[in-house]
């Protein structure tokens, strides 16, 4: 069941990522219902927009910026730019009070898929941006990625750590070293983001989804179990409740827990959970490379694709 599941899954990527329907969507940028639901715009003033939206409902955000990998280390210099001047924009926007801004990264996106002098970059990119992040109240967070060695992305995290604490990392339940990496960051106060992740055909992650279940299950609980910030970030029931429950158990101050679901995922979950006082956070991307994201998104249901491709054609 689980193999056939998987497979379906698989297709279901394969229609959303199709060229020509990509192609559709894309020559109407930013204009189908379904797009809107997921994504926040293409720039930062749409972006800040959605935040804004947001904040009036109790709800914290951790904004991401869609982009393709830089072909060059002159386009990493031009990203990390336009991530400094988000950052601006939240302080100016008095949207930084109370931890409610974090922008979340990916090492790729700042160079380091570019060999050595991508990588050194990256991690000069980075270290300028969570300073910058320290001077207007915005906290990053550092995003394993299948595309870099999650060692590399570990080791900038401890490194930029060293000043700048509030830094936080993201780890994907679905790799198989996740478990591990967890117990170890949590014994060092780190504050982590933990995700499910999808499963698949790498050797280094687990191929059913029952598997990932479990392996969420056995992550999250040393990092309740430690004294620093955890966010959960599932929108798994059944996880969210037993990570719940386990707080409960452990006498956990709340203030030390967030959950954290996509925007346009489960709005009502959203609110139920901003409404009864906990702490919610958004995660919410915008930019210009929005269709891989959105593909992911649609195919996690069949009637998101039928929705995007009927819109496509008209």
């Given at each position: 069941?689980?193999?056939?599941?998987?497979?379906?899954?698989?297709?279901?990527?394969?229609?959303a990522?199709?060229?020509?329907?990509?192609?559709?969507?894309?020559?109407?940028?930013?204009?189908?219902e379904?797009?809107?639901?997921?994504?926040?715009?293409?720039?930062?003033?749409?972006?800040?927009?959605?935040?804004?939206?947001?904040?009036?409902?109790?709800?914290?955000?951790?904004?991401t910026?869609?982009?393709?990998?830089?072909?060059d280390?002159?386009?990493?210099?031009?990203?990390?730019?336009?991530?400094?001047?988000?950052?601006?924009?939240?302080?100016?926007?008095?949207?930084?009070?109370?931890?409610?801004?974090?922008?979340?990264?990916?090492?790729?996106?700042?160079?380091?898929?570019?060999?050595?002098?991508?990588?050194?970059?990256?991690?000069?990119?980075?270290r300028?941006?969570?300073?910058?992040?320290?001077?207007?109240g915005?906290?990053?967070?550092l995003?394993?990625?299948?595309?870099?060695?999650?060692?590399?992305?570990?080791?900038?995290?401890?490194?930029?750590?060293?000043d700048?604490?509030?830094?936080?990392?993201?780890?994907?339940?679905?790799?198989?070293?996740?478990?591990?990496?967890?117990?170890?960051?949590?014994?060092?106060?780190?504050?982590v983001?933990?995700?499910?992740?999808?499963?698949?055909?790498?050797?280094?992650?687990?191929?059913?989804?029952?598997?990932?279940?479990?392996?969420?299950?056995?992550?999250?609980?040393?990092?309740?179990?430690?004294?620093?910030?955890?966010?959960?970030?599932?929108?798994?029931?059944?996880?969210?409740?037993?990570?719940?429950?386990?707080?409960?158990?452990?006498?956990?101050?709340?203030?030390?827990?967030?959950?954290?679901?996509?925007?346009?995922?489960?709005?009502?979950?959203?609110?139920?959970?901003?409404?009864?006082?906990?702490?919610?956070?958004?995660?919410?991307?915008?930019?210009?490379?929005?269709?891989?994201?959105?593909?992911?998104?649609?195919?996690?249901?069949?009637?998101?694709?039928?929705?995007?491709?009927?819109?496509?054609?008209?």
């Amino acid at each position: 069941m689980e193999a056939a599941r998987l497979t379906v899954q698989d297709a279901l990527i394969r229609v959303a990522t199709d060229a020509r329907l990509r192609r559709a969507a894309e020559n109407r940028t930013m204009s189908h219902e379904i797009v809107r639901r997921y994504i926040a715009g293409e720039s930062i003033s749409s972006a800040m927009d959605v935040a804004s939206w947001l904040a009036a409902r109790g709800r914290c955000v951790s904004l991401t910026h869609l982009v393709s990998e830089p072909q060059d280390l002159a386009r990493t210099v031009k990203r990390a730019k336009r991530i400094r001047k988000l950052i601006r924009r939240l302080s100016d926007a008095g949207l930084t009070d109370d931890g409610f801004a974090d922008v979340s990264i990916r090492l790729s996106a700042l160079g380091a898929g570019l060999g050595n002098p991508g990588r050194n970059a990256a991690r000069d990119h980075l270290r300028e941006l969570a300073e910058a992040g320290a001077e207007h109240g915005v906290t990053l967070t550092l995003e394993v990625e299948p595309a870099i060695p999650a060692d590399l992305t570990i080791e900038a995290f401890h490194h930029i750590r060293v000043d700048h604490p509030e830094t936080a990392i993201s780890l994907q339940a679905c790799q198989r070293r996740t478990e591990s990496d967890c117990r170890s960051l949590a014994r060092a106060g780190a504050r982590v983001r933990l995700t499910k992740g999808a499963p698949g055909p790498d050797p280094e992650a687990f191929g059913r989804q029952h598997d990932v279940d479990l392996a969420y299950v056995r992550a999250v609980q040393p990092l309740l179990e430690g004294a620093s910030k955890v966010a959960v970030a599932t929108h798994d029931e059944r996880l969210i409740h037993l990570s719940e429950t386990l707080c409960r158990r452990l006498g956990r101050d709340p203030s030390t827990l967030e959950y954290q679901l996509r925007y346009g995922v489960r709005p009502d979950k959203q609110a139920e959970i901003a409404d009864r006082g906990d702490r919610m956070r958004v995660y919410v991307p915008f930019g210009e490379d929005w269709y891989p994201y959105l593909a992911r998104r649609v195919a996690d249901s069949p009637r998101e694709i039928l929705a995007l491709v009927r819109a496509t054609a008209r």
